[in-house]
Protein backbone atom coordinates (compact mmCIF):
# COMPACT_ATOMS: atom_id res chain seq x y z
CA UNK A 1 0.00 0.00 0.00
CA UNK A 2 1.35 3.56 -0.71
CA UNK A 3 0.93 6.94 1.32
CA UNK A 4 0.68 8.88 -1.82
CA UNK A 5 -2.84 10.71 -1.44
CA UNK A 6 -5.28 9.22 -4.23
CA UNK A 7 -6.79 11.55 -6.19
CA UNK A 8 -10.35 11.86 -6.63
CA UNK A 9 -11.77 12.21 -9.98
CA UNK A 10 -15.20 10.40 -9.66
CA UNK A 11 -17.82 9.77 -6.67
CA UNK A 12 -20.62 7.40 -6.84
CA UNK A 13 -23.60 8.87 -3.90
CA UNK A 14 -26.49 7.38 -3.41
CA UNK A 15 -28.23 8.31 0.26
CA UNK A 16 -31.15 7.31 1.97
CA UNK A 17 -30.58 9.95 4.49
CA UNK A 18 -30.19 13.13 3.05
CA UNK A 19 -28.78 15.57 5.77
CA UNK A 20 -25.97 17.76 4.16
CA UNK A 21 -25.73 15.86 0.74
CA UNK A 22 -26.17 19.07 -1.45
CA UNK A 23 -23.60 20.91 0.43
CA UNK A 24 -21.50 18.35 0.37
CA UNK A 25 -21.99 17.46 -3.45
CA UNK A 26 -21.69 20.84 -3.98
CA UNK A 27 -17.96 21.02 -2.08
CA UNK A 28 -16.85 17.74 -4.14
CA UNK A 29 -17.82 19.35 -7.50
CA UNK A 30 -15.68 22.60 -6.80
CA UNK A 31 -12.95 20.03 -6.59
CA UNK A 32 -13.42 18.86 -10.11
CA UNK A 33 -15.00 16.02 -8.88
CA UNK A 34 -17.38 14.01 -11.43
CA UNK A 35 -20.63 13.16 -9.56
CA UNK A 36 -22.64 9.91 -10.56
CA UNK A 37 -26.03 9.24 -8.55
CA UNK A 38 -29.02 6.99 -8.53
CA UNK A 39 -32.83 7.62 -7.50
CA UNK A 40 -33.86 10.30 -5.37
CA UNK A 41 -30.32 11.06 -4.20
CA UNK A 42 -29.32 11.72 -7.95
CA UNK A 43 -32.72 14.20 -8.38
CA UNK A 44 -31.92 16.03 -5.11
CA UNK A 45 -28.76 16.72 -6.44
CA UNK A 46 -29.73 17.80 -10.02
CA UNK A 47 -32.19 19.86 -8.36
CA UNK A 48 -29.74 21.72 -6.67
CA UNK A 49 -28.28 22.44 -9.87
CA UNK A 50 -25.08 20.69 -10.29
CA UNK A 51 -24.12 18.26 -12.78
CA UNK A 52 -24.93 14.34 -12.10
CA UNK A 53 -25.09 11.64 -13.95
CA UNK A 54 -27.05 8.47 -13.68
CA UNK A 55 -26.05 5.13 -12.51
CA UNK A 56 -28.07 4.04 -15.71
CA UNK A 57 -25.83 6.22 -18.06
CA UNK A 58 -22.70 4.56 -16.05
CA UNK A 59 -23.68 0.57 -16.75
CA UNK A 60 -26.19 1.01 -19.97
CA UNK A 61 -29.15 -0.69 -18.10
CA UNK A 62 -31.92 1.31 -15.80
CA UNK A 63 -33.18 1.43 -12.62
CA UNK A 64 -35.13 -2.28 -12.66
CA UNK A 65 -37.76 -4.43 -10.47
CA UNK A 66 -38.91 -0.99 -8.02
CA UNK A 67 -35.36 0.12 -7.39
CA UNK A 68 -34.30 -3.34 -6.35
CA UNK A 69 -31.46 -3.61 -9.20
CA UNK A 70 -29.25 -0.51 -9.91
CA UNK A 71 -25.69 -0.81 -8.79
CA UNK A 72 -24.98 -4.71 -8.92
CA UNK A 73 -22.79 -3.89 -12.20
CA UNK A 74 -19.41 -4.97 -13.41
CA UNK A 75 -19.27 -1.42 -13.95
CA UNK A 76 -20.04 -0.23 -10.93
CA UNK A 77 -18.25 -2.81 -8.48
CA UNK A 78 -14.95 -2.81 -11.35
CA UNK A 79 -14.86 0.68 -10.59
CA UNK A 80 -14.69 0.39 -7.18
CA UNK A 81 -12.64 -3.12 -7.30
CA UNK A 82 -10.07 -2.28 -9.37
CA UNK A 83 -6.41 -1.87 -7.97
CA UNK A 84 -5.06 1.04 -10.08
CA UNK A 85 -1.53 0.31 -9.85
CA UNK A 86 -2.62 -3.48 -10.89
CA UNK A 87 -1.65 -3.47 -15.03
CA UNK A 88 -4.38 -6.73 -15.31
CA UNK A 89 -6.70 -4.83 -13.49
CA UNK A 90 -6.42 -1.36 -15.74
CA UNK A 91 -6.28 -3.22 -18.95
CA UNK A 92 -9.77 -4.88 -17.76
CA UNK A 93 -10.91 -1.45 -17.04
CA UNK A 94 -9.73 -0.01 -20.56
CA UNK A 95 -11.19 -3.04 -22.78
CA UNK A 96 -14.65 -3.25 -20.72
CA UNK A 97 -14.97 0.51 -20.57
CA UNK A 98 -14.90 0.53 -16.84
CA UNK A 99 -14.55 4.08 -15.31
CA UNK A 100 -12.86 4.25 -12.02
CA UNK A 101 -14.97 5.33 -8.81
CA UNK A 102 -12.57 7.09 -6.09
CA UNK A 103 -15.04 7.98 -3.75
CA UNK A 104 -18.24 5.94 -2.42
CA UNK A 105 -20.85 7.81 -0.57
CA UNK A 106 -23.69 5.33 0.70
CA UNK A 107 -25.90 5.08 3.86
CA UNK A 108 -28.05 2.21 3.92
CA UNK A 109 -31.91 1.79 3.75
CA UNK A 110 -33.13 2.52 7.17
CA UNK A 111 -34.28 -1.07 8.26
CA UNK A 112 -33.35 -0.43 11.42
CA UNK A 113 -36.18 2.70 11.85
CA UNK A 114 -38.58 0.36 10.14
CA UNK A 115 -38.59 -2.04 12.41
CA UNK A 116 -38.45 0.78 15.54
CA UNK A 117 -41.65 2.00 14.24
CA UNK A 118 -43.23 -1.24 14.15
CA UNK A 119 -43.52 -1.54 10.20
CA UNK A 120 -45.14 -4.83 8.48
CA UNK A 121 -43.18 -7.71 7.38
CA UNK A 122 -43.05 -7.05 3.75
CA UNK A 123 -42.33 -3.00 4.70
CA UNK A 124 -39.41 -4.17 6.73
CA UNK A 125 -38.19 -6.80 3.93
CA UNK A 126 -38.13 -3.99 1.09
CA UNK A 127 -35.96 -2.01 3.64
CA UNK A 128 -33.29 -4.70 3.60
CA UNK A 129 -30.42 -2.57 1.45
CA UNK A 130 -28.89 -5.00 -0.80
CA UNK A 131 -26.89 -3.15 -3.73
CA UNK A 132 -25.49 -0.52 -0.75
CA UNK A 133 -23.96 -2.96 1.30
CA UNK A 134 -21.88 -4.75 -1.59
CA UNK A 135 -20.38 -1.46 -2.37
CA UNK A 136 -19.72 -0.09 0.77
CA UNK A 137 -17.56 -3.75 1.03
CA UNK A 138 -16.03 -3.47 -2.26
CA UNK A 139 -15.05 0.07 -1.75
CA UNK A 140 -13.44 -0.96 1.76
CA UNK A 141 -11.80 -3.58 0.67
CA UNK A 142 -10.19 -1.60 -1.96
CA UNK A 143 -9.10 1.41 0.11
CA UNK A 144 -5.38 1.74 -0.60
CA UNK A 145 -7.47 3.32 -3.95
CA UNK A 146 -11.24 4.42 -2.98
CA UNK A 147 -12.62 6.09 0.06
CA UNK A 148 -15.98 5.08 1.39
CA UNK A 149 -18.21 7.42 3.56
CA UNK A 150 -20.81 5.53 5.44
CA UNK A 151 -22.67 8.28 7.69
CA UNK A 152 -22.89 12.34 6.90
CA UNK A 153 -20.95 12.95 10.14
CA UNK A 154 -17.56 12.06 7.93
CA UNK A 155 -18.56 14.58 5.04
CA UNK A 156 -16.16 17.23 6.75
CA UNK A 157 -13.03 14.91 7.26
CA UNK A 158 -13.42 14.01 3.58
CA UNK A 159 -13.36 17.35 2.69
CA UNK A 160 -10.90 18.65 4.57
CA UNK A 161 -8.20 16.26 3.25
CA UNK A 162 -9.48 17.36 -0.67
CA UNK A 163 -8.84 20.50 0.56
CA UNK A 164 -5.44 19.93 2.55
CA UNK A 165 -4.05 17.48 -0.49
CA UNK A 166 -5.64 18.88 -3.51
CA UNK A 167 -8.49 16.98 -4.20
CA UNK A 168 -6.90 14.16 -2.99
CA UNK A 169 -6.94 11.53 0.14
CA UNK A 170 -4.82 9.80 2.40
CA UNK A 171 -4.46 5.98 3.50
CA UNK A 172 -4.86 6.88 6.87
CA UNK A 173 -8.35 8.27 6.08
CA UNK A 174 -9.13 5.87 3.92
CA UNK A 175 -8.42 2.52 6.49
CA UNK A 176 -10.36 5.04 8.66
CA UNK A 177 -13.23 4.87 6.62
CA UNK A 178 -12.93 1.53 5.69
CA UNK A 179 -12.90 0.07 9.22
CA UNK A 180 -15.85 2.15 10.05
CA UNK A 181 -17.75 0.85 6.65
CA UNK A 182 -17.28 -2.87 7.36
CA UNK A 183 -18.56 -1.72 11.62
CA UNK A 184 -21.79 -0.27 9.83
CA UNK A 185 -22.26 -3.73 7.62
CA UNK A 186 -21.73 -5.92 10.21
CA UNK A 187 -24.32 -4.15 12.57
CA UNK A 188 -26.79 -3.74 9.74
CA UNK A 189 -26.21 -7.89 9.04
CA UNK A 190 -26.87 -8.42 12.71
CA UNK A 191 -29.95 -5.99 13.01
CA UNK A 192 -31.82 -8.07 9.96
CA UNK A 193 -31.12 -11.57 11.46
CA UNK A 194 -31.78 -10.71 14.47
CA UNK A 195 -34.88 -9.93 13.25
CA UNK A 196 -35.69 -12.25 11.35
CA UNK A 197 -34.88 -15.16 14.33
CA UNK A 198 -37.71 -13.12 15.86
CA UNK A 199 -40.08 -13.28 13.32
CA UNK A 200 -39.56 -17.08 12.66
CA UNK A 201 -39.59 -17.50 16.78
CA UNK A 202 -35.58 -18.87 16.71
CA UNK A 203 -34.49 -19.31 20.15
CA UNK A 204 -30.98 -20.27 19.19
CA UNK A 205 -30.66 -19.55 16.13
CA UNK A 206 -27.14 -20.70 14.34
CA UNK A 207 -25.46 -18.07 14.36
CA UNK A 208 -26.22 -14.80 16.32
CA UNK A 209 -24.49 -11.49 15.77
CA UNK A 210 -24.45 -7.79 18.01
CA UNK A 211 -24.07 -4.33 16.15
CA UNK A 212 -24.75 -1.33 17.89
CA UNK A 213 -23.34 2.47 17.21
CA UNK A 214 -21.19 4.14 19.35
CA UNK A 215 -22.95 6.64 21.83
CA UNK A 216 -19.35 7.52 23.42
CA UNK A 217 -16.02 6.64 24.30
CA UNK A 218 -15.87 6.74 28.41
CA UNK A 219 -12.79 7.34 30.54
CA UNK A 220 -12.44 3.72 31.67
CA UNK A 221 -14.34 0.79 32.37
CA UNK A 222 -15.68 -0.70 35.51
CA UNK A 223 -11.57 -0.31 36.94
CA UNK A 224 -9.05 2.82 35.39
CA UNK A 225 -7.27 -0.01 33.83
CA UNK A 226 -9.82 -1.15 31.80
CA UNK A 227 -10.89 0.69 28.30
CA UNK A 228 -14.52 1.19 27.43
CA UNK A 229 -17.28 2.51 25.05
CA UNK A 230 -20.98 2.48 25.05
CA UNK A 231 -23.48 1.67 22.16
CA UNK A 232 -26.78 1.33 21.67
CA UNK A 233 -28.46 -1.16 19.93
CA UNK A 234 -31.41 -1.32 17.29
CA UNK A 235 -33.72 -2.21 19.96
CA UNK A 236 -35.18 1.30 21.17
CA UNK A 237 -36.29 0.44 24.79
CA UNK A 238 -36.63 3.64 26.45
CA UNK A 239 -33.54 3.77 28.60
CA UNK A 240 -30.12 5.33 29.61
CA UNK A 241 -29.43 4.58 25.59
CA UNK A 242 -32.18 6.96 24.66
CA UNK A 243 -31.86 9.34 27.32
CA UNK A 244 -30.97 12.83 27.13
CA UNK A 245 -28.58 14.17 30.04
CA UNK A 246 -29.84 17.59 30.82
CA UNK A 247 -26.84 18.07 33.45
CA UNK A 248 -23.57 16.81 35.26
CA UNK A 249 -20.23 15.10 34.54
CA UNK A 250 -20.25 12.56 31.91
CA UNK A 251 -21.52 9.43 32.93
CA UNK A 252 -18.70 6.70 33.68
CA UNK A 253 -19.08 2.67 33.02
CA UNK A 254 -20.81 2.26 36.22
CA UNK A 255 -23.09 5.38 35.94
CA UNK A 256 -24.53 3.27 33.14
CA UNK A 257 -24.58 0.44 34.74
CA UNK A 258 -25.90 1.32 37.79
CA UNK A 259 -28.62 3.81 36.11
CA UNK A 260 -29.69 1.06 33.72
CA UNK A 261 -30.42 -1.61 36.99
CA UNK A 262 -32.33 1.58 38.55
CA UNK A 263 -34.51 1.84 35.43
CA UNK A 264 -35.43 -1.06 34.83
CA UNK A 265 -36.40 -1.31 38.55
CA UNK A 266 -38.28 0.86 38.87
CA UNK A 267 -40.14 0.49 35.32
CA UNK A 268 -42.00 -2.46 36.87
CA UNK A 269 -43.88 -0.42 38.37
CA UNK A 270 -47.21 1.38 36.58
CA UNK A 271 -46.75 5.00 36.54
CA UNK A 272 -50.48 5.08 35.82
CA UNK A 273 -51.13 2.92 39.11
CA UNK A 274 -48.54 4.87 41.61
CA UNK A 275 -45.62 6.69 41.98
CA UNK A 276 -42.56 4.89 42.25
CA UNK A 277 -38.96 5.29 43.20
CA UNK A 278 -35.59 2.93 43.05
CA UNK A 279 -32.26 4.05 44.97
CA UNK A 280 -29.38 1.95 43.55
CA UNK A 281 -26.03 1.13 44.49
CA UNK A 282 -23.65 -1.10 42.45
CA UNK A 283 -26.64 -2.61 40.79
CA UNK A 284 -28.75 -3.21 43.10
CA UNK A 285 -31.56 -1.73 45.22
CA UNK A 286 -31.12 -0.01 48.19
CA UNK A 287 -34.54 1.04 48.17
CA UNK A 288 -37.63 1.22 46.16
CA UNK A 289 -40.88 2.57 47.44
CA UNK A 290 -44.42 3.30 45.73
CA UNK A 291 -45.81 6.47 47.29
CA UNK A 292 -49.21 9.26 46.10
CA UNK A 293 -46.20 10.99 44.80
CA UNK A 294 -42.99 11.26 44.14
CA UNK A 295 -41.24 12.85 46.89
CA UNK A 296 -43.11 10.12 49.38
CA UNK A 297 -42.24 7.44 47.68
CA UNK A 298 -38.33 8.63 47.90
CA UNK A 299 -38.22 9.30 51.24
CA UNK A 300 -39.86 5.92 52.08
CA UNK A 301 -37.67 4.26 50.02
CA UNK A 302 -34.31 6.18 52.12
CA UNK A 303 -35.80 5.03 55.06
CA UNK A 304 -34.71 1.35 54.29
CA UNK A 305 -31.08 2.07 53.86
CA UNK A 306 -30.16 5.45 53.89
CA UNK A 307 -26.35 5.04 54.37
CA UNK A 308 -26.07 3.09 51.07
CA UNK A 309 -28.42 5.97 49.26
CA UNK A 310 -25.40 7.98 49.59
CA UNK A 311 -24.04 8.66 46.33
CA UNK A 312 -26.13 5.99 44.58
CA UNK A 313 -28.68 6.21 41.41
CA UNK A 314 -32.39 7.38 41.91
CA UNK A 315 -34.59 6.37 38.92
CA UNK A 316 -38.00 7.70 38.96
CA UNK A 317 -41.17 5.97 37.50
CA UNK A 318 -43.19 9.77 36.59
CA UNK A 319 -41.83 13.36 35.55
CA UNK A 320 -39.54 14.57 38.44
CA UNK A 321 -41.59 17.50 39.72
CA UNK A 322 -40.16 20.49 42.06
CA UNK A 323 -40.68 18.41 45.74
CA UNK A 324 -39.08 15.38 44.47
CA UNK A 325 -35.91 17.32 43.05
CA UNK A 326 -35.62 19.05 46.13
CA UNK A 327 -35.35 15.58 48.18
CA UNK A 328 -33.34 13.84 46.14
CA UNK A 329 -30.56 16.87 46.11
CA UNK A 330 -30.38 16.89 49.51
CA UNK A 331 -27.99 14.28 49.83
CA UNK A 332 -25.01 13.50 47.31
CA UNK A 333 -26.34 11.47 44.40
CA UNK A 334 -24.30 10.12 41.18
CA UNK A 335 -27.74 10.00 38.74
CA UNK A 336 -31.22 11.08 38.25
CA UNK A 337 -33.14 9.54 35.79
CA UNK A 338 -36.63 10.03 35.22
CA UNK A 339 -38.95 9.70 31.63
CA UNK A 340 -39.31 13.99 32.03
CA UNK A 341 -38.89 16.63 34.33
CA UNK A 342 -40.66 20.12 34.84
CA UNK A 343 -38.83 23.37 34.07
CA UNK A 344 -39.11 23.94 38.14
CA UNK A 345 -37.25 20.74 38.94
CA UNK A 346 -34.40 21.11 36.57
CA UNK A 347 -33.90 24.26 37.81
CA UNK A 348 -33.53 23.12 41.82
CA UNK A 349 -30.93 20.29 39.98
CA UNK A 350 -28.85 22.76 38.24
CA UNK A 351 -27.72 24.12 41.69
CA UNK A 352 -25.54 20.81 42.16
CA UNK A 353 -23.75 21.00 38.79
CA UNK A 354 -21.89 17.50 39.09
CA UNK A 355 -25.11 15.58 39.32
CA UNK A 356 -26.57 14.16 36.08
CA UNK A 357 -29.79 14.40 35.14
CA UNK A 358 -31.07 12.02 32.61
CA UNK A 359 -34.65 12.31 30.92
CA UNK A 360 -35.16 8.95 29.14
CA UNK A 361 -38.28 9.75 27.06
CA UNK A 362 -40.40 6.87 28.30
CA UNK A 363 -40.19 4.05 30.76
CA UNK A 364 -38.77 0.34 29.48
CA UNK A 365 -42.04 -2.25 29.21
CA UNK A 366 -41.36 -4.68 31.65
CA UNK A 367 -43.07 -7.36 29.50
CA UNK A 368 -41.14 -6.71 25.85
CA UNK A 369 -39.78 -8.95 24.49
CA UNK A 370 -35.91 -8.82 23.95
CA UNK A 371 -32.60 -10.24 24.52
CA UNK A 372 -29.55 -9.97 27.08
CA UNK A 373 -25.81 -11.33 26.39
CA UNK A 374 -23.02 -11.86 28.69
CA UNK A 375 -19.08 -12.92 27.42
CA UNK A 376 -17.37 -16.17 28.84
CA UNK A 377 -14.42 -17.03 27.74
CA UNK A 378 -14.65 -17.66 24.24
CA UNK A 379 -18.26 -17.29 23.58
CA UNK A 380 -21.23 -15.98 24.62
CA UNK A 381 -24.74 -16.35 26.62
CA UNK A 382 -27.75 -15.54 25.21
CA UNK A 383 -30.96 -15.13 26.18
CA UNK A 384 -34.35 -13.83 26.28
CA UNK A 385 -35.10 -11.02 28.66
CA UNK A 386 -36.93 -11.85 32.18
CA UNK A 387 -40.22 -10.07 30.77
CA UNK A 388 -42.46 -11.98 33.82
CA UNK A 389 -44.57 -9.75 35.74
CA UNK A 390 -45.71 -10.79 38.98
CA UNK A 391 -49.41 -9.02 37.81
CA UNK A 392 -49.88 -12.07 35.65
CA UNK A 393 -48.85 -14.41 37.59
CA UNK A 394 -51.28 -16.96 38.98
CA UNK A 395 -50.35 -16.73 43.20
CA UNK A 396 -51.15 -19.98 45.08
CA UNK A 397 -51.09 -20.21 48.70
CA UNK A 398 -50.07 -23.10 50.23
CA UNK A 399 -50.43 -22.34 53.97
CA UNK A 400 -53.35 -23.17 56.19
CA UNK A 401 -53.57 -19.27 56.49
CA UNK A 402 -53.94 -17.03 53.36
CA UNK A 403 -52.54 -14.01 53.37
CA UNK A 404 -54.08 -10.73 54.57
CA UNK A 405 -55.59 -7.86 51.77
CA UNK A 406 -52.42 -5.35 52.57
CA UNK A 407 -50.07 -9.06 53.04
CA UNK A 408 -51.00 -9.81 49.61
CA UNK A 409 -50.27 -6.17 48.03
CA UNK A 410 -46.61 -6.17 49.75
CA UNK A 411 -46.16 -9.27 48.66
CA UNK A 412 -46.38 -8.83 45.20
CA UNK A 413 -44.73 -5.44 45.67
CA UNK A 414 -41.59 -7.38 47.39
CA UNK A 415 -41.64 -9.80 44.20
CA UNK A 416 -41.21 -7.17 41.95
CA UNK A 417 -38.07 -6.00 43.68
CA UNK A 418 -36.73 -9.20 43.96
CA UNK A 419 -36.53 -9.64 40.26
CA UNK A 420 -34.17 -7.11 40.04
CA UNK A 421 -31.58 -7.50 42.86
CA UNK A 422 -28.69 -10.00 42.92
CA UNK A 423 -29.07 -13.73 44.30
CA UNK A 424 -29.33 -15.14 46.59
CA UNK A 425 -31.88 -12.20 47.15
CA UNK A 426 -34.30 -11.59 49.78
CA UNK A 427 -36.70 -8.57 49.85
CA UNK A 428 -38.42 -7.31 53.04
CA UNK A 429 -41.25 -5.07 52.44
CA UNK A 430 -43.64 -2.90 54.17
CA UNK A 431 -46.63 -0.63 53.43
CA UNK A 432 -45.06 -0.82 49.84
CA UNK A 433 -41.49 0.23 50.83
CA UNK A 434 -38.47 -2.11 51.09
CA UNK A 435 -37.23 -2.14 54.74
CA UNK A 436 -34.51 -4.84 54.57
CA UNK A 437 -32.96 -5.93 51.41
CA UNK A 438 -30.21 -9.23 51.38
CA UNK A 439 -28.11 -9.47 47.61
CA UNK A 440 -25.86 -11.38 46.03
CA UNK A 441 -25.03 -14.10 49.08
CA UNK A 442 -23.53 -17.34 48.28
CA UNK A 443 -26.36 -18.81 50.88
CA UNK A 444 -30.47 -17.65 51.07
CA UNK A 445 -30.11 -17.93 54.93
CA UNK A 446 -27.03 -15.31 54.76
CA UNK A 447 -29.37 -12.50 53.16
CA UNK A 448 -31.92 -13.11 54.96
CA UNK A 449 -29.84 -11.83 58.03
CA UNK A 450 -27.91 -9.32 56.32
CA UNK A 451 -31.11 -7.96 55.28
CA UNK A 452 -32.76 -8.05 58.86
CA UNK A 453 -29.37 -6.81 60.05
CA UNK A 454 -29.53 -3.50 57.70
CA UNK A 455 -33.03 -3.12 58.92
CA UNK A 456 -31.99 -3.21 62.34
CA UNK A 457 -29.31 -0.30 61.70
CA UNK A 458 -31.88 1.40 60.12
CA UNK A 459 -33.78 1.18 63.00
CA UNK A 460 -30.74 2.63 65.37
CA UNK A 461 -30.86 5.71 62.91
CA UNK A 462 -34.26 6.66 62.97
CA UNK A 463 -35.06 6.05 66.68
CA UNK A 464 -37.32 3.10 66.81
CA UNK A 465 -38.28 1.25 68.96
CA UNK A 466 -38.20 -2.32 67.00
CA UNK A 467 -37.11 -2.75 62.89
CA UNK A 468 -39.62 -2.24 60.43
CA UNK A 469 -39.25 -5.98 59.35
CA UNK A 470 -41.21 -6.51 62.56
CA UNK A 471 -44.73 -6.97 60.65
CA UNK A 472 -43.18 -7.12 57.31
CA UNK A 473 -43.64 -9.20 54.32
CA UNK A 474 -40.61 -11.20 52.54
CA UNK A 475 -39.86 -12.23 49.00
CA UNK A 476 -37.57 -14.47 48.13
CA UNK A 477 -36.37 -14.68 44.53
CA UNK A 478 -36.05 -18.61 44.02
CA UNK A 479 -36.92 -21.57 46.38
CA UNK A 480 -35.89 -22.19 49.94
CA UNK A 481 -34.36 -25.22 49.67
CA UNK A 482 -34.17 -25.46 53.35
CA UNK A 483 -37.13 -24.07 56.12
CA UNK A 484 -33.45 -22.12 57.96
CA UNK A 485 -33.62 -19.42 55.42
CA UNK A 486 -37.57 -18.80 55.74
CA UNK A 487 -36.94 -19.54 59.58
CA UNK A 488 -34.43 -16.56 59.61
CA UNK A 489 -37.09 -14.28 57.45
CA UNK A 490 -39.77 -14.98 60.44
CA UNK A 491 -36.95 -14.06 62.73
CA UNK A 492 -36.85 -11.11 61.81
CA UNK A 493 -40.59 -10.53 62.13
CA UNK A 494 -42.00 -11.52 58.99
CA UNK A 495 -45.32 -12.66 58.75
CA UNK A 496 -46.31 -13.50 54.89
CA UNK A 497 -43.92 -15.31 52.28
CA UNK A 498 -43.30 -15.02 48.56
CA UNK A 499 -41.65 -17.50 46.36
CA UNK A 500 -41.56 -19.39 43.56
CA UNK A 501 -41.42 -23.15 45.12
CA UNK A 502 -39.81 -25.99 43.25
CA UNK A 503 -37.81 -27.62 45.92
CA UNK A 504 -37.72 -30.98 47.24
CA UNK A 505 -38.25 -29.84 50.12
CA UNK A 506 -40.94 -27.83 49.55
CA UNK A 507 -43.74 -29.28 51.98
CA UNK A 508 -41.34 -29.47 54.73
CA UNK A 509 -40.80 -25.39 54.44
CA UNK A 510 -44.60 -25.21 53.97
CA UNK A 511 -45.12 -26.94 57.15
CA UNK A 512 -42.63 -24.81 58.92
CA UNK A 513 -44.66 -21.64 57.41
CA UNK A 514 -47.65 -23.02 59.24
CA UNK A 515 -46.29 -24.19 63.04
CA UNK A 516 -45.29 -20.16 62.98
CA UNK A 517 -48.80 -18.83 61.78
CA UNK A 518 -47.70 -17.11 58.88
CA UNK A 519 -49.12 -17.09 55.39
CA UNK A 520 -46.79 -18.20 52.05
CA UNK A 521 -47.74 -17.81 48.71
CA UNK A 522 -45.79 -19.65 45.61
CA UNK A 523 -45.43 -18.09 42.17
CA UNK A 524 -44.07 -20.72 39.95
CA UNK A 525 -41.71 -18.33 38.64
CA UNK A 526 -38.29 -17.86 39.39
CA UNK A 527 -35.97 -14.27 39.65
CA UNK A 528 -32.88 -15.33 39.44
CA UNK A 529 -30.26 -12.31 38.15
CA UNK A 530 -26.88 -13.17 38.32
Not at 1 to 14: E, I, K, Y
Amino acid sequence: MSDTPRRVTRALLSVSDKTGLIEFAKALAGHGIELVSTGGTAKAIAAAGLKVSDVSDLTGFPEMMDGRVKTLHPKVHGGLLAIRANAEHAKAMKDHGIAPIDLLVVNLYPFEATVDKGAAYDDCIENIDIGGPAMIRAAAKNHDDVAVVVEAQDYQAVLDELAANKGATTLALRKRLAAKAYARTAAYDAAISNWFALQLKTDAPDYRAFGGRLVQSLRYGENPHQHAAFYRTPDQRFGVATARQVQGKELSYNNINDTDAAYECVAEFDAKRTAAVAIIKHANPCGVAEGSDLVSAYRKALTCDSTSAFGGIVALNRTLDADAARAITEIFTEVIIAPDATDEAIAIVAAKKNLRLLLAGGLPDPRALGLTAKTVAGGLLVQSRDNAVVDDMTLKVVTKRAPSEAELRDLRFAFRVAKHVKSNTIIYAKDLATVGIGAGQMSRVDSARIAARKAEDAARELKLAVPMTKGSVVASDAFFPFADGMLACIEAGATAVIQPGGSVRDDEVIKAADEHGIAMVLTGTRHFRH
